[in-house]
């Protein structure tokens, strides 16, 4: 009997029936991993070795015929090539070095096998993902539920705002710059650029600093603070276990997508929102599982620890019909604008901010009295999470025709000079104010498109437009879930080459007679316009020039 070996360099383990001391993942194109192989043939026979060179190489093997051994053992070991040929040439005479695969059993059942064993793999990670994501979440929202319901005690709580910003902004820059912004922005550059390393003491300095500045009435979220604690103790869990960068990526994906899913009660749309937010156009299929699976699990751990959270059915939708229809699509157009005007508007304050040569904790206290004095004018409705108002909406509750508007600039404002927190609660404020408005200017429900005008701002300003949709069916239930999905789409589409997260990677155009150049980050995209032939536009141009 003849036995053929082939080693399989791309799986994690050796396939097979074998007895392995050790287990190694190659890693790099010139790492060699030698694997001594002791046959232990017919009773009486002296134990023959060889030294087999499994190198780098896919597909580059060939096959050495050895007699089948009654037991055999693969001893794995790193050593340099040429130390590891003088070595073994001195002491194993007649050792023959091979370049092969490995493979004990057939094709077809070594794939299953493999891909069984990844399953399984990242079904316990992610648990373990979804675990600490929810734990961890669970403490950040109950802290942040108390301090601010003890602020709301003070009719004029407000007015400590300057002095809340300049204590994020000297938290930040004293002991983690890495956790200025709003969360998951810089989690999504640590994704593209570090391979997923977040430094540890991001997670208590936004803790801390996102409490103290929605607790003096800062105008941020909670989603992304969240996201980037559940991401730093990903990252601090991939680098205790030495995992490599590939993994360390998808393990981060799962902390941004956990902290979605436990912070809103959306597990499947918190888990898509994880995996689709770090692409405009483009998915990371292969997170899907993991993401699925820490989201739900830290959905229901956050649960059972008391976090409750925010369910509104609408039940009152208009019976289809064509005119319904359009202007359901008229509402993600305008949508769309609105999510377009929230972005240069926080850009514009980021501007702002960049041009003050100050130090940072100064512009915190400039900021701050800023955000106190608009307080003052406007109304104190604007500042903080501002779910009060998001649930008056899905009420049917009128309010200012302006407070989108108002509401984008008291997040820039907050953002820009000091303040910590994220910025989802911020957009489902400004989309549901949105959708009021058009609501009243088109005499429709106010709920129904409020509803729509929520997760509609989202698809737009995070371009995540399948998150939003399949938000609307967990947060607002399956009746408008058809209305909502057209008009997230719709509202992805008009808000441009654009977002509320810079370091986005752009991978698709969102229309062929633009010219945008694919895999930059959003930041640094210009786009231009180039007219199709048989395209409206260039049908125009060419009437205008025979005229």
């Keep these: 009997m003849r036995l053929r070996l082939f080693f399989l360099e791309s799986t994690d383990f050796l396939p097979g029936t074998v007895r392995q001391s050790q287990l190694y993942k190659i890693r790099g194109e010139r790492q060699v991993i030698y694997l001594q192989i002791l046959l232990d043939l017919s009773v009486g026979s002296a134990a023959e070795s060889a030294l087999v060179d499994a190198g780098c190489g896919l597909g580059a093997h060939s ?61 316990v990670l992610a648990t373990i993902m ?40 000297w938290i930040i820059k004293k002991f983690a ?34 409490i103290v500045t929605l607790m003096a009435g800062g105008s941020a979220g909670k989603e992304g603070p969240c996201a980037q604690i559940g991401a730093g103790l990903c990252s601090l869990f991939a680098d205790l276990f030495r995992f490599d960068d590939q993994d360390r990526r998808k393990l981060v994906i799962c902390g941004i997508s956990a902290g979605f899913a436990s912070v809103f009660g959306t597990p499947i ?86 041009w003050l040569k100050i130090s940072k904790p100064l512009k915190g206290i400039l900021g701050g009295t800023a955000l106190m004095a608009l307080a003052f004018i406007y109304s104190s409705r604007y500042l903080g999470l ?3 108002t998001i649930e008056g909406t899905l009420n049917g509750q009128n309010v200012p025709w302006d407070a989108f508007l108002v509401k984008s600039l ?27 408005l058009f609501a009243r200017l088109m005499g429709l429900h106010p709920a129904t498109f409020s509803a729509i005008g929520l997760v509609s701002l989202l698809a737009g300003a995070a371009n995540t437009p399948i998150a939003a949709s399949i938000m609307a069916v967990e947060l607002f239930g399956t009746q ?10 719709i509202s992805f589409l008009m808000t441009g080459h654009r977002g509320v997260y810079p370091s986005q990677i752009l991978s698709v155009k969102k229309s062929p007679s633009l010219m945008v150049q694919l895999g930059q980050e959003l930041e640094g995209v210009t786009t231009k316009v180039w007219p199709r032939k048989r395209f409206l536009l260039w049908i125009l141009r060419k009437l205008k020039r025979s005229k």
């Design 63 to 123: 096959t050495k015929i050895l007699p089948a051994p009654h037991d055999f053992s693969i001893f794995l070991q790193r050593t340099p090539p040429q130390q590891a040929r003088t070595k073994f040439q001195k002491t194993c005479s007649g050792a023959c070095l091979y370049r092969l695969e490995l493979k004990l059993m057939p094709r077809r059942l070594a794939e299953q096998s493999i891909l069984f064993i990844s399953v399984l793999k990242w079904v």
């Design 130 to 169: 979804g675990v600490i994501v929810g734990l961890s979440t669970s403490g950040f929202l109950l802290a942040l539920k108390a301090s601010t319901l003890y602020a709301a005690k003070f009719r004029y709580f407000f007015v400590s705002l300057p002095v809340a910003f300049f204590l994020s902004a």
């Design 177 to 210: 710059p890495e956790a200025e912004g709003h969360g998951t922005e810089k989690v999504i550059e640590a994704v593209h650029k570090q391979s997923g390393r977040i430094k540890g003491a991001v997670v208590p300095v936004k803790l801390i600093a996102t």
């Design 269 to 354: 749309g918190g888990a898509i929102f994880g995996v689709e937010v770090l692409f405009v156009g483009s998915l990371m299929y292969d997170v899907l599982l993991p993401s699925f699976i820490a989201g739900v699990t830290s959905f229901q751990i956050s649960s059972a620890l008391g976090v409750s959270y925010f369910y509104h059915p609408i039940t009152f939708i208009p019976v289809f019909s064509e005119a319904f229809f359009l202007k359901v699509v008229l509402a993600g157009v305008f949508f769309g604008l609105c999510s377009f005007l929230m972005v240069e508007i926080l850009r514009s304050t980021e501007r702002l901010s960049s």
């Design 386 to 388: 501002g779910l009060e």
């Design 410 to 436: 008291f997040t820039g404002v907050t953002l820009s000079f000091g303040g910590s927190g994220g910025i989802v609660t911020p957009i489902f404020f400004v989309g549901a104010t949105a959708g009021n």
């Design 480 to 489: 408008v879930a058809p209305y909502a999905a057209v008009a997230c789409v």
